[in-house]
C-alpha cells in the first residue's frame, strides 16, 4: 500500500480528492501545492497507516524507509538536512482527520533541534534568541504531546507538565519583567530550556530526547494516537464523526513567523465566519508562531481595517504594515474560495518577507453566515442552486431564529464587561468556571455559561453543556469562538477587562466580583456583557432577506407540505409567519387547563351519569367553539387537523389534598367519594389505558360537544365569508370499527349543525395511526378514513415498548453502549418504527390512492427522519412553529438527495 504522498515545487501525489485517505489538511496542502501556491515541502502519512498502527502497535514494514526517501526530497527543495549540524532542517508534525477537528488533536513544532543542531541553526539564523524560543515551545510541546498525553499519563487538574512547565516559565517572566514569552532574553531562554528539562525529568521520569530521529518518530507516533486522546473521543462523539476513520500525519519543512520583524503569522477566512460578509477577515501577529494566534495570549492585530474591532483597532493591520504581502494572501485567498468554490479558513506564516501558506479549509460559519454566504455565492455564480440548498445545515435555521436579548431592556442595563462577539444571539445563566463544572450542573437542569481566561479542546465537554460561552483573553479565531461558532453557540470572547480566577470561584472588574452560580447575561451579537438576566426576543425573519431567499428557493425544490402542531391562534399566527402550510396536529386537551375549563372538566369526570357528564361538557362548548373559531380564521383558508381529546382523563385531576378538598367541597361531593373515584380513575399503565378514542367510545358525549364546537365555528366562519378547512382527527385508532364508531358521530354532528345554522361547509374526517395494529390494518381504516396522520411519538413508544415518558431512565446506557445510535423519539427508527410506517402508507394507499397522509410526531421537525418521510410518499410533516424553516430546507435537501 502506498502510505506516504509527497508534496512540494509545485508537484504532489495527493490532491483534494484524496481526504478520506490524507485527511483534510494532507489533501488540501496537496491541492495547495498544485495550484503553485507557496506551501513548505513535506509529505503525508495516511490515515490507513493510523489504523494499521491501531491495530497492530507498529508499522507497515517498510514505512521507516518510505519515510527516509520522501524527507530525502523535502531537504533538496529546502537546501537544508535534517540533524545536520552546519544546517539543519526543522519539521512540523501535525494531525490531519477526514472531517475537521479542530484543536482536538496534537501538534508538535520545531523537531530536529537538539543540542548538536542549535549552533548550526544560530549560525544560519543569526538569531540566537530565535532559536531558543523554538526549542523551549520544542520542549513543551514534545514533554505534553508525547512524553505525557501519548504516553496514557493522566495528571491531576493543574498538575500536567504543561502546566508546570508554563509556570516555571511565569516565574522567569516576572524576574524578567517581561510581558510575553518572546521577549525574554537569550540566557533566560537557555535558562528556562534548562529547567524545562529537570522538571520533565522529575515529573515524567525520563529525559527530553536529544536524537532528532526519536524526536520525529515520537512525534509522530504520538499523533497517531491522539485520535483516540480523550478529548478527541468526545468530540467525535458530539460530532458523529466514526471512531474508525484515523488521523493522518502531517511532516513538513517549518517555517518560522518568530524570526524578528519582517516575520509574522496569521489565520483568515475568506469571508467573514460571523456576518457573511464578503470580506477577507482574519488576524496576525508580527513576530510569532501560529500557536500564538489560537492560543489567545496575545491580542492579534486585524488583516485589514474592515475587520479592526474593539480590542485591535488601536493596533497596526496586516494591510498597513506589509502591504504587498497583504495583496498576495488577499490573491491567494481569492483563488482558493474560487478554487473550492466555498469559504476558507486558511493559516499563513511570513518568513523574512515571504509568504507561505500553510493550510486551507472549508471553514466552519455560523447560522446567518451560512445563509448569506449561500445566497451570495449563487448570485456571484459561484455555485448553482441546488449547491445554495445544500450549503445551509437545517439545524443551522435555528440559529437565525435564535432569540436575542431585548433592545429596550439591554439599554436600561448597566454593562459589566465589553468582549468580542464571537457567537450570536443572547443568553442568560449562571457563571461556573470550569468545565466539569459546567456539565455537572447542566445535568441537574440548570442553565449555565462557562467562563474561562480562555478554552482549550479539553473544554469541549463543558462548553457544548452551557448555553453560553465567556472567556477573558483570545481574538475571533480563538479556540472558544471557533467551537462556539460552530454549535451556534452564543459567545463573548477576549473580555479583556475580566479578572477570572477559576481557584476561588471568581469573576471580577471594576470591584464588582461575581461568585460561582450568579447571573450573567451574554449578548453575543455586540459583545456586551451583564451582570443578572435580560429578556430575550425574537428575531425579525422578514428583514433577512438571505434567509428569504433561502426559504424560497426550498419551497421551489420540496414536494412535501410542512404544517406545524399548534394550540392557540398566537401560535398559529407564528408558524404561519415562518411560512406553515396548514396544522397538522391541534392538541385539544391543551386548551383545557385555564381554571374556568378545567373545573367544568373535572365536573365532567366526577359526573356519575350521562346527564350530569352532558351538563358539564356543555359548559365547556363555548370556550371550545373559541377556541377553533380563532384558529381557523388565523389559518384560513389553511387546513387544520383538530384531534379529539386524547389523554387519560385522570391526568386533569387535583393530586394534592388541599386541591382535591377544594374540589370536593365545589364540586358538592364528599373528599372521601372524590379520593375513591380518584382511585377507580387510576390506571397502572395509562399510556396504554383509558385515552385516545376510548375515551369517546366510553362518553361519545365528549366527542358530540368537541364536534360541535369545531363545525359551530366554522359555519361562523363561512357566514363571515372565511374558507375554514377543518380536519376532525380521531386518535389512538387500532381498529376501524372504532373509527367508524366515531365517525358517524363527527357526521352526524355536521348534518345537525348545517341543519341549525342553514350553512353548508367542507370538512375531513380522519384518524391517528400511531400504534402497530393501525398500521398492520392500514387498509381496513383506509377504506372508512379520508386522512391518515402517523403519531411517531405513540407508532415508536409502542413499537420499542419504551415508556416516551421513562425513557431517560436508561436511555444514556443505551446510547453510551452503542445498542441503539440514537433517541428514537428524536429522530426516526426507519428499520423498525420507519418499517410500520411504510406498512400503512402501502396499505392505506392501495385501498385509496389518493389518501392524504402525513406525520405530526416530534419526529416532523427532525432533518433526517424527513428525509425519510420525503422517501416514504408522505404528503406533509408537521411540526412546532419554530422548526417550520428548518423542515422546510430538510424536505428540499431530500429531493437533491433522492
Ligand atoms: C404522537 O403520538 O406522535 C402524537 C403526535 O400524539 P401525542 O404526542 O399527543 O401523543
Ligand atoms: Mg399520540
Same mark, same amino acid.
Given at each position: 500500500?502506498?502510505?506516504?504522498?509527497? *508534496?512540494?515545487?509545485?508537484?504532489?501525489?495527493?490532491?483534494?480528492?484524496?481526504?478520506?485517505?490524507?485527511?483534510?489538511?494532507?489533501?488540501?496542502?496537496?491541492?495547495?501545492?498544485?495550484?503553485?501556491?507557496?506551501?513548505?515541502?513535506?509529505?503525508?502519512?495516511?490515515?490507513?497507516?493510523?489504523?494499521?498502527?491501531?491495530?497492530?502497535?507498529?508499522?507497515?514494514?517498510?514505512?521507516?524507509?518510505?519515510?527516509?526517501?520522501?524527507?530525502?526530497?523535502?531537504?533538496?527543495?529546502? @537546501?537544508?538536512? *535534517?540533524?545536520?549540524?552546519?544546517?539543519?532542517?526543522?519539521?512540523?508534525?501535525?494531525?490531519?482527520?477526514?472531517?475537521?477537528?479542530p +484543536?482536538?488533536?496534537?501538534?508538535?513544532?520545531?523537531?530536529?533541534?537538539?543540542?548538536?543542531?542549535?549552533?548550526?541553526?544560530?549560525?544560519?539564523?543569526?538569531?540566537?534568541?530565535?532559536?531558543?524560543?523554538?526549542?523551549?515551545?520544542?520542549?513543551?510541546?514534545?514533554?505534553?504531546?508525547?512524553?505525557?498525553?501519548?504516553?496514557?499519563?493522566?495528571?491531576?487538574?493543574?498538575?500536567?507538565?504543561?502546566?508546570?512547565?508554563?509556570?516555571?516559565?511565569?516565574?522567569?517572566?516576572?524576574?524578567?519583567?517581561?510581558?510575553?514569552?518572546s521577549?525574554?532574553?537569550?540566557?533566560?531562554?537557555?535558562?528556562?530550556?534548562?529547567?524545562?528539562?529537570?522538571?520533565?525529568?522529575?515529573?515524567? +521520569?525520563?529525559?527530553?530526547?536529544?536524537?532528532?530521529?526519536?524526536?520525529?518518530?515520537?512525534?509522530?507516533?504520538?499523533?497517531?494516537?491522539?485520535?483516540?486522546?480523550?478529548?478527541?473521543?468526545?468530540?467525535?462523539?458530539?460530532?458523529?464523526?466514526?471512531?474508525?476513520?484515523?488521523?493522518?500525519?502531517?511532516?513538513?519543512?517549518?517555517?518560522?513567523?518568530?524570526?524578528?520583524?519582517?516575520c509574522?503569522?496569521?489565520?483568515?477566512?475568506t469571508?467573514?465566519? @460571523?456576518?457573511?460578509?464578503?470580506?477577507?477577515?482574519?488576524?496576525?501577529?508580527?513576530n510569532?508562531?501560529g500557536?500564538?494566534?489560537?492560543?489567545?495570549?496575545?491580542?492579534?492585530?486585524?488583516?485589514?481595517?474592515?475587520?479592526?474591532?474593539?480590542?485591535?483597532?488601536r493596533?497596526?493591520?496586516?494591510?498597513?504594515?506589509?502591504?504587498?504581502?497583504?495583496?498576495?494572501?488577499?490573491?491567494?485567498?481569492?483563488?482558493?474560495?474560487?478554487?473550492?468554490?466555498?469559504?476558507?479558513?486558511?493559516?499563513?506564516?511570513?518568513q523574512?518577507?515571504?509568504?507561505?501558506?500553510?493550510?486551507?479549509r472549508?471553514?466552519?460559519?455560523?447560522?446567518?453566515?451560512?445563509?448569506?454566504?449561500?445566497?451570495?455565492?449563487?448570485?456571484?455564480?459561484?455555485?448553482?442552486?441546488?449547491?445554495?440548498?445544500?450549503?445551509?445545515?437545517?439545524?443551522?435555521?435555528?440559529?437565525?431564529m435564535?432569540?436575542m436579548?431585548?433592545?429596550?431592556?439591554?439599554?436600561?442595563?448597566?454593562?459589566?464587561?465589553?468582549?468580542?462577539?464571537?457567537?450570536?444571539?443572547?443568553?442568560?445563566?449562571?457563571?461556573v468556571?470550569?468545565?466539569?463544572?459546567?456539565?455537572?450542573?447542566?445535568?441537574?437542569?440548570?442553565?449555565?455559561?462557562?467562563?474561562?481566561?480562555?478554552?482549550?479542546?479539553?473544554?469541549?465537554?463543558?462548553?457544548f453543556?452551557?448555553?453560553?460561552?465567556?472567556?477573558?483573553?483570545g481574538?475571533?479565531?480563538?479556540?472558544?469562538?471557533?467551537?462556539?461558532?460552530?454549535?451556534?453557540k452564543?459567545?463573548?470572547?477576549?473580555?479583556?477587562?475580566?479578572?477570572?480566577?477559576?481557584?476561588?470561584?471568581?469573576?471580577?472588574?471594576?470591584?464588582?466580583?461575581?461568585?460561582?452560580?450568579?447571573?450573567?447575561?451574554?449578548?453575543?451579537?455586540?459583545?456586551?456583557?451583564?451582570?443578572?438576566?435580560?429578556?430575550?426576543?425574537?428575531?425579525?425573519?422578514?428583514?433577512?432577506?438571505?434567509?428569504?431567499?433561502?426559504?424560497?428557493?426550498?419551497?421551489?425544490?420540496?414536494?412535501?407540505?410542512?404544517?406545524?402542531?399548534?394550540?392557540?391562534?398566537?401560535?398559529?399566527?407564528?408558524?404561519?409567519?415562518?411560512?406553515?402550510?396548514?396544522?397538522?396536529?391541534?392538541?385539544?386537551?391543551?386548551?383545557?387547563?385555564?381554571?374556568e375549563?378545567i373545573?367544568?372538566?373535572?365536573e365532567?369526570?366526577?359526573?356519575?351519569?350521562?346527564?350530569?357528564?352532558?351538563?358539564?361538557?356543555?359548559?365547556?362548548?363555548?370556550?371550545?367553539?373559541?377556541?377553533?373559531?380563532?384558529?381557523?380564521?388565523?389559518?384560513?383558508?389553511?387546513?387544520?387537523?383538530?384531534?379529539?381529546?386524547?389523554?387519560?382523563?385522570?391526568?386533569?385531576?387535583?393530586?394534592?389534598?388541599?386541591?382535591?378538598?377544594?374540589?370536593?367541597?365545589?364540586?358538592?361531593?364528599?373528599?372521601?367519594?372524590?379520593?375513591?373515584?380518584i382511585?377507580?380513575?387510576?390506571?397502572?399503565?395509562?399510556?396504554?389505558g383509558?385515552?385516545?378514542?376510548?375515551?369517546?367510545?366510553?362518553?361519545?358525549?365528549?366527542?358530540?360537544?368537541?364536534?360541535?364546537?369545531?363545525?359551530?365555528?366554522?359555519?361562523?366562519l363561512?357566514?363571515?365569508?372565511?374558507?375554514?378547512?377543518?380536519?376532525?382527527?380521531?386518535?389512538l385508532?387500532?381498529?376501524?370499527?372504532?373509527?367508524?364508531?366515531?365517525k358517524?358521530?363527527i357526521?352526524?354532528?355536521?348534518?345537525?349543525?348545517?341543519?341549525?345554522?342553514?350553512?353548508?361547509?367542507?370538512?375531513?374526517?380522519?384518524?391517528?395511526i400511531?400504534?402497530?395494529?393501525?398500521?398492520?390494518?392500514?387498509?381496513?381504516?383506509?377504506?372508512?378514513?379520508?386522512?391518515?396522520?402517523?403519531?411517531?411519538?405513540?407508532?415508536?413508544?409502542?413499537?420499542? +415498548?419504551?415508556?416516551?415518558?421513562?425513557?431517560?431512565? *436508561?436511555?444514556?446506557?443505551?446510547?453510551?453502549?452503542?445498542?441503539?445510535?440514537?433517541?428514537?423519539?428524536?429522530?426516526?427508527?426507519?428499520?423498525?418504527?420507519?418499517s410500520?410506517?411504510?406498512?400503512?402508507?402501502?396499505?392505506?394507499?392501495?385501498?385509496?390512492?389518493?389518501?392524504?397522509?402525513?406525520?405530526? +410526531?416530534?419526529?416532523?421537525?427532525?432533518?433526517?427522519?424527513?428525509?425519510?418521510?420525503?422517501?416514504?410518499?408522505?404528503?406533509?410533516?408537521?411540526?412546532?412553529?419554530?422548526?417550520?424553516?428548518?423542515?422546510?430546507?430538510?424536505?428540499?435537501?431530500?429531493?437533491?438527495?433522492?
Open positions: 500500500m502506498k502510505s506516504i504522498y509527497f *508534496f512540494g515545487n509545485g508537484k504532489a501525489d495527493g490532491s483534494a480528492a484524496d481526504k478520506n485517505l490524507l485527511g483534510g489538511k494532507g489533501a488540501n496542502l496537496a491541492e495547495m501545492t498544485r495550484l503553485g501556491i507557496p506551501v513548505p515541502p513535506g509529505f503525508t502519512i495516511s490515515t490507513d497507516v493510523c489504523s494499521y498502527y491501531m491495530e497492530s502497535d507498529n508499522y507497515p514494514d517498510k514505512l521507516k524507509l518510505q519515510v527516509a526517501t520522501t524527507l530525502e526530497k523535502v531537504e533538496k527543495i529546502m @537546501s537544508q538536512k *535534517f540533524g545536520d549540524v552546519n544546517n539543519p532542517l526543522l519539521l512540523s508534525v501535525r494531525s490531519g482527520a477526514r472531517k475537521s477537528m +484543536g482536538m488533536m496534537e501538534t508538535v513544532l520545531n523537531v530536529g533541534l537538539t543540542i548538536k543542531t542549535i549552533p548550526g541553526l544560530i549560525e544560519k539564523s543569526g538569531d540566537e534568541q530565535f532559536v531558543y524560543d523554538a526549542y523551549r515551545r520544542l520542549i513543551t510541546m514534545f514533554a505534553d504531546v508525547v512524553m505525557e498525553k501519548a504516553a496514557g499519563i493522566e495528571p491531576a487538574e493543574g498538575e500536567s507538565i504543561r502546566e508546570k512547565l508554563d509556570k516555571i516559565m511565569e516565574v522567569e517572566k516576572k524576574k524578567n519583567r517581561t510581558k510575553t514569552n521577549e525574554l532574553s537569550v540566557n533566560s531562554l537557555k535558562q528556562l530550556c534548562q529547567k524545562f528539562k529537570v522538571e520533565i525529568k522529575s515529573s515524567i +521520569g525520563k529525559d527530553f530526547p536529544d536524537d532528532p530521529h526519536i524526536q520525529l518518530w515520537e512525534s509522530i507516533t504520538a499523533v497517531f494516537k491522539s485520535w483516540n486522546g480523550k478529548r478527541a473521543i468526545s468530540y467525535r462523539n458530539i460530532e458523529n464523526i466514526p471512531h474508525q476513520w484515523g488521523t493522518a500525519v502531517n511532516v513538513q519543512a517549518m517555517v518560522f513567523g518568530n524570526m524578528g520583524d519582517s509574522a503569522t496569521g489565520v483568515a477566512f469571508r467573514n465566519p @460571523s456576518t457573511g460578509e464578503n470580506n477577507i477577515y482574519g488576524e496576525w501577529l508580527p510569532a508562531q500557536e500564538d494566534v489560537v492560543a489567545g495570549l496575545r491580542t492579534p492585530n486585524p488583516i485589514n481595517n474592515l475587520n479592526s474591532n474593539n480590542n485591535s483597532k493596533i497596526i493591520s496586516l494591510k498597513d504594515h506589509m502591504p504587498e504581502i497583504y495583496n498576495e494572501l488577499d490573491g491567494i485567498q481569492d483563488q482558493l474560495e474560487k478554487h473550492y468554490k466555498d469559504m476558507q479558513d486558511i493559516e499563513f506564516t511570513i523574512s518577507g515571504y509568504l507561505w501558506m500553510l493550510q486551507t472549508t471553514g466552519k460559519r455560523n447560522g446567518f453566515a451560512s445563509v448569506r454566504m449561500a445566497i451570495e455565492m449563487l448570485e456571484e455564480k459561484l455555485i448553482d442552486e441546488k449547491t445554495a440548498l445544500q450549503r445551509v445545515k437545517p439545524e443551522q435555521l435555528d440559529e437565525i435564535h432569540p436579548l431585548d433592545a429596550e431592556a439591554e439599554k436600561k442595563s448597566k454593562l459589566f464587561a465589553k468582549g468580542l462577539p464571537a457567537g450570536p444571539g443572547g443568553a442568560s445563566g449562571q457563571i468556571f470550569t468545565s466539569n463544572d459546567a456539565e455537572m450542573w447542566h445535568k441537574t437542569g440548570k442553565q449555565v455559561i462557562l467562563v474561562r481566561n480562555e478554552t482549550s479542546p479539553e473544554d469541549v465537554h463543558g462548553m453543556a452551557s448555553k453560553a460561552i465567556l472567556t477573558a483573553r481574538g475571533m479565531t480563538s479556540h472558544a469562538a471557533l467551537v462556539a461558532r460552530g454549535w451556534g452564543c459567545c463573548v470572547v477576549g473580555c479583556a477587562d475580566l479578572q477570572i480566577s477559576a481557584q476561588d470561584k471568581t469573576l471580577s472588574t471594576n470591584g464588582t466580583v461575581l461568585h460561582e452560580g450568579d447571573w450573567l447575561t451574554l449578548n453575543g451579537s455586540s459583545g456586551c456583557v451583564y451582570e443578572g438576566t435580560i429578556p430575550l426576543k425574537e428575531v425579525d425573519l422578514n428583514a433577512n432577506i438571505h434567509f428569504q431567499k433561502l426559504m424560497k428557493i426550498a419551497d421551489r425544490f420540496r414536494k412535501l407540505g410542512v404544517r406545524t402542531n399548534a394550540d392557540s391562534p398566537k401560535d398559529a399566527q407564528t408558524a404561519l409567519k415562518f411560512g406553515a402550510e396548514g396544522i397538522g396536529l391541534c392538541r385539544t386537551e391543551h386548551m383545557f387547563f385555564d381554571p375549563r373545573s367544568a372538566m373535572r365532567l369526570i366526577i359526573a356519575k351519569d350521562k346527564n350530569n357528564r352532558r351538563k358539564a361538557i356543555m359548559k365547556l362548548l363555548p370556550h371550545q367553539r373559541k377556541d377553533f373559531y380563532g384558529i381557523l380564521k388565523a389559518m384560513a383558508p389553511h387546513p387544520v387537523t383538530i384531534r379529539l381529546l386524547d389523554p387519560p382523563l385522570h391526568e386533569f385531576l387535583p393530586q394534592e389534598k388541599n386541591q382535591i378538598s377544594k374540589l370536593a367541597n365545589k364540586l358538592h361531593v364528599s373528599i372521601k367519594e372524590l379520593n375513591t373515584r382511585k377507580n380513575l387510576h390506571e397502572t399503565n395509562p399510556m396504554l383509558h385515552r385516545g378514542c376510548r375515551l369517546g367510545i366510553s362518553y361519545p358525549e365528549i366527542t358530540e360537544m368537541q364536534a360541535r364546537a369545531i363545525f359551530e365555528a366554522t359555519a361562523q363561512v357566514m363571515e365569508e372565511k374558507s375554514p378547512l377543518p380536519e376532525v382527527m380521531v386518535p385508532v387500532v381498529t376501524v370499527m372504532e373509527f367508524k364508531h366515531q358517524e358521530i357526521d352526524n354532528m355536521a348534518e345537525t349543525v348545517k341543519k341549525e345554522t342553514g350553512v353548508t361547509f367542507e370538512y375531513l374526517v380522519g384518524t391517528m400511531e400504534l402497530p395494529r393501525a398500521c398492520a390494518t392500514a387498509d381496513q381504516i383506509a377504506k372508512e378514513a379520508e386522512f391518515f396522520s402517523f403519531g411517531t411519538n405513540d407508532l415508536t413508544q409502542t413499537t420499542y +415498548g419504551f415508556s416516551r415518558d421513562d425513557i431517560g431512565g *436508561f436511555l444514556p446506557e443505551y446510547l453510551d453502549h452503542k445498542i441503539i445510535p440514537v433517541d428514537p423519539f428524536q429522530s426516526i427508527d426507519q428499520e423498525g418504527v420507519g410500520l410506517v411504510i406498512m400503512g402508507v402501502k396499505k392505506g394507499r392501495v385501498v385509496n390512492s389518493k389518501l392524504k397522509i402525513g406525520i405530526c +410526531g416530534e419526529h416532523g421537525g427532525d432533518p433526517s427522519s424527513i428525509h425519510f418521510f420525503h422517501k416514504t410518499g408522505l404528503d406533509y410533516v408537521s411540526c412546532s412553529p419554530f422548526r417550520v424553516p428548518i423542515a422546510k430546507l430538510a424536505a428540499a435537501q431530500a429531493i437533491l438527495i433522492d
